[in-house]
């Protein structure tokens, strides 16, 4: 039995956040070292990891994310292995190197807690998009995960001199650091039924890059209601 | 009788196979991806003294003939003959690697073998996946290797470096131009002593569809046009550190350091340090002896190669820094965008992407399947034309389109469905209406109807392409292709696509049947398909 399992052994650390397989991340764990994830999604873990629902920094920050009591972040602390995943989506794991990155909401897994963070409000664009689309920006030297459902692309804003347009569903992550604009792709003819299906995109402009999944189901399943 | 053997498994030639001569077989394959296969005929110390018998694309075959590079058939990805009676007695060992051309890592491979086949059947196979690898950037899958006779071993070990790194290892000098031989054509003159020979000591394994299948379903994968060069990447140091380098981790620079050093609380059983069965994924650094690594596999990425300068501000932290390098841009190379110059590229096995500025033509796609576009494009609504909206009107299942014009590049994705470009040169392929994604206004189409009682929503629709173009088809997970025979049948909820070559009218070919087992609800109904030799059926793994 040990022998066709075998193959699902996990691989000795070399770093502190590394993929076991696409969709599963695994954090090694230190004391001092702290990590936000998102809540409810450590599927195991060894040694001795605490974890703190609800931490008063979080609460602070994500102040305008969260409605209510809860937020969709946990602190985890302590020594060990850390096992994370969100649901079998593809987990991509980043380390930042005096960079910012900002992250659809949805698809943060976990990051770093020295790294310097903050949610904001894609302007404009909350109302249009069906979830409203609060992002995470998060900045500085250190480790970040983010999910996407199927294998994600990325695109260099730079190369073309046209804007590159998004849908907003499928928005995975994106450089800080580039214009972004709503559009809305709507016509008369859209008033009577014959619409593209493709109402609103988000434009992008500037250098950077433009993270995107290849699904529009970005749905927050782990999003705290009340 | 094929065998399967796991990583490891070691076999005499002569017991898997009276066969002298034979084929070998390598698929491997990643999106995005190309991979350089090749055979080192190494000498008794494992060197690569004679670098004539390094066979690879562009030096196919050894001197003397005895290992011949066969290009991609019969569904592997490239393929090889070894004549072992031929093989001069200075070479030891041949062995079969894999490396990844350009940038990439081992762990995004899909699953993949190498099998070696005699006497067109397949004796042994070695199969392997993504999930197995982590960052390497090369694999070495198997090896004959001469020790009293000839025997056979699937190895499975990565290494980081890329081909010029396994050079290395091998002893062979890395010369920026290819070694001396110039590249021969096609493949040289094997057909004739494959006919000379006893028939059964050499043939490709039978290619696994009918002979013609029009748009092999899933194959007209574009090709990438050119090698991209090799980026020397910072892996082009000696990073072949054998496995067992892990041996001394307290050397290493960026280790760990020692994430949990009162390693007592661990050890759960009462053998403290000694030998517990590594507990803890054998964190490096944690003073454990290094015990076997639990199942043998998986060579440890020695330490010593990341690049340095991991994070100043975070002391004591296994901060170690990905094989790829640091940084945004690193982290996400493997996910960039990859353009071919062609008119519709996969850029991943989930994501399409459609250049409209190719071919000068609107593109029809299922209505919000588009995630993201560049440059100047119209989306504009498409109904699905008189005839579809009466099939429409009469079952309220109308295909809803979307005609996408302009100049700029469209990327079509579907909740993470897989994505199939089936390039039509003249043929016909009849498409189930949910999973056709997107297809080239230039190919002529029409909605049919598949009657039956007991069809979910009282009817199959599907579209029916023919003409030039390419389409899109989507599947939930990897799909089936099956050649059509006299009892070819299908889940209707399941069925993706079928080809509809000239002969075959598939309207009146489809008959329903109704199975109905003792204890089974009866509510199954099948598809069956005819049609001549040559015709075949996709079928998905999901029933909608």
Redesign the interface.
């Known amino acids: 039995m040990?022998?066709q399992l075998?193959?699902?052994?996990?691989?000795?650390?070399?770093?502190?956040m590394?993929?076991?397989?696409?969709t599963m991340l695994?954090v090694?764990?230190?004391t001092?070292?702290d990590l936000y994830a998102r809540t409810g999604s450590m599927v195991a873990y060894?040694?001795?990891i605490q974890y703190e629902p609800n931490p008063p920094a979080v609460r602070q920050i994500a102040s305008q994310w969260i409605t209510g009591e809860g937020t969709p972040l946990m602190k985890c602390s302590g020594?060990?292995?850390l096992y994370l995943a969100d649901y079998g989506a593809d987990v991509?794991?980043?380390?930042?190197?005096d960079?910012a990155?900002s992250v659809n909401g949805t698809n943060l897994l976990a990051f770093?807690a020295?790294l310097t963070w903050g949610v904001e409000r894609v302007k404009g664009l909350a109302k249009f998009a069906g979830q409203g689309l609060w992002n995470v920006c998060v900045r500085g030297?250190?480790?970040v995960a983010i999910t996407s459902?199927?294998?994600?692309?990325?695109?260099?804003c730079g190369r073309?001199e046209?804007?590159?347009?998004?849908?907003p569903?499928?928005l995975v992550a994106w450089?800080p650091n580039l214009k972004v604009k709503g559009k809305r792709?709507f016509?008369a003819?859209?008033l009577i039924g014959?619409?593209?299906?493709?109402a609103y995109?988000m434009a992008f402009s500037g250098q950077g890059?433009?993270?995107?999944?290849?699904?529009?189901?970005s749905t927050d399943r782990l999003r705290i209601r009340n | 009788m094929a065998r399967e053997f796991q990583r490891g498994h070691k076999a005499k030639i002569s017991d898997l196979t009276a066969g002298r001569d034979l084929y070998v077989g390598v698929r491997i394959a990643a999106p995005g991806l190309t991979f350089d296969i090749s055979c080192f005929g190494l000498d008794a110390h494992e060197q690569l003294s004679d670098d004539r018998y390094f066979v690879f694309f562009n030096q196919p075959k050894s001197p003397e003939e005895s290992i011949q590079l066969l290009g991609a058939q019969a569904g592997d990805t490239e393929s090889f003959r070894v004549t072992l009676d031929r093989v001069p007695e200075s070479v030891h060992k041949l062995s079969f690697t894999a490396t990844i051309d350009g940038a990439g890592q081992m762990s995004q491979i899909g699953p993949g073998y190498i099998r070696v086949v005699a006497g067109g059947e397949e004796v042994v196979r070695y199969a392997f996946d993504g999930p197995e690898f982590t960052t390497e950037r090369a694999v070495m899958l198997g090896d004959f290797y001469l020790k009293d006779v000839w025997r056979f071993a699937a190895v499975g070990q990565g290494f980081d470096g890329g081909l010029d790194a396994l050079l290395r290892n091998f002893g062979g000098e890395v010369a920026e131009d290819e070694p001396a031989d110039p590249p021969q054509g096609a493949v040289p003159a094997f057909a004739p002593p494959a006919q000379a020979s006893p028939p059964p000591a050499f043939a490709a394994p039978p290619a696994p569809q009918a002979p013609e299948p029009p748009p092999a379903f899933g194959a007209p994968e574009p090709p990438v046009p050119a090698p991209q060069p090799q980026p020397q990447s910072i892996h082009a140091a000696p990073t072949i550190a054998a496995p067992m380098a892990l041996v001394a981790p307290t050397g290493a620079p960026p280790a760990p350091q020692a994430p949990m050093a009162p390693q007592a609380p661990y050890a759960p059983g009462p053998p403290p340090p000694p030998a517990p069965p590594p507990p803890f994924g054998h964190v490096p650094g944690q003073g454990a002896p290094p015990a076997p690594p639990p199942f043998g596999q998986q060579p440890p990425v020695p330490f010593g190669q990341q690049p340095p300068g991991p994070p100043p501000g975070a002391p004591g932290v296994p901060q170690g820094v990905p094989q790829a390098g640091a940084g945004l841009l690193a982290a996400l190379q493997p996910y960039k965008e990859t353009a071919t110059g062609q008119r519709w590229t996969s850029q991943s096995s989930q994501l399409m992407r459609a250049d409209l500025t190719m071919g000068d033509m609107p593109v029809l796609a299922r209505q919000g399947s588009m995630v993201m576009y560049q440059g100047k494009v119209d989306f504009g609504y498409k109904g699905a034309g008189f005839a579809g909206r009466i099939v429409g009107n009469a079952t309220g299942q109308e295909m809803q389109l979307m005609r996408c014009t302009g100049r700029g590049q469209v990327f079509f994705a579907e909740d993470g469905s897989h994505l199939h470009p089936v390039e039509l040169q003249g043929d016909g392929i009849c498409v189930s209406a949910e999973n056709v994604l997107a297809f080239d206004e230039s190919l002529q189409y029409e909605v049919r109807r598949i009657e039956g009682h007991g069809i979910p929503g009282g009817a199959l629709f599907t579209m029916q392409f023919h003409g030039t173009g390419t389409v899109v088809v989507k599947t939930h997970g990897t799909p089936v292709v099956l050649p059509v025979t006299p009892t070819t049948f299908a889940d209707c909820n399941a069925v993706v696509a079928w080809s509809s070559a000239a002969q075959v009218i598939i309207s009146s070919q489809v008959r329903l049947r109704r199975n109905a087992y003792p204890g089974h609800s009866g509510e199954t109904v099948n598809l069956q398909f005819r049609g001549a030799p040559g015709n075949f059926i996709v079928v998905q793994p999901y029933e909608v």
């Open positions: 040990n022998q075998a193959g699902y052994a996990p691989t000795p650390v070399t770093a502190r590394e993929n076991h397989g696409h695994k090694a764990m230190a001092g070292q060894e040694g001795f020594d060990g292995l991509v794991v980043v380390h930042l190197n960079e990155l770093d020295h030297t250190g480790w459902r199927g294998t994600p692309i990325v695109v260099d073309g046209d804007e590159t347009y998004v849908d569903d499928a450089s792709s016509k003819s859209s014959r619409g593209s299906g493709e995109q890059i433009v993270v995107v999944q290849p699904s529009e189901d």
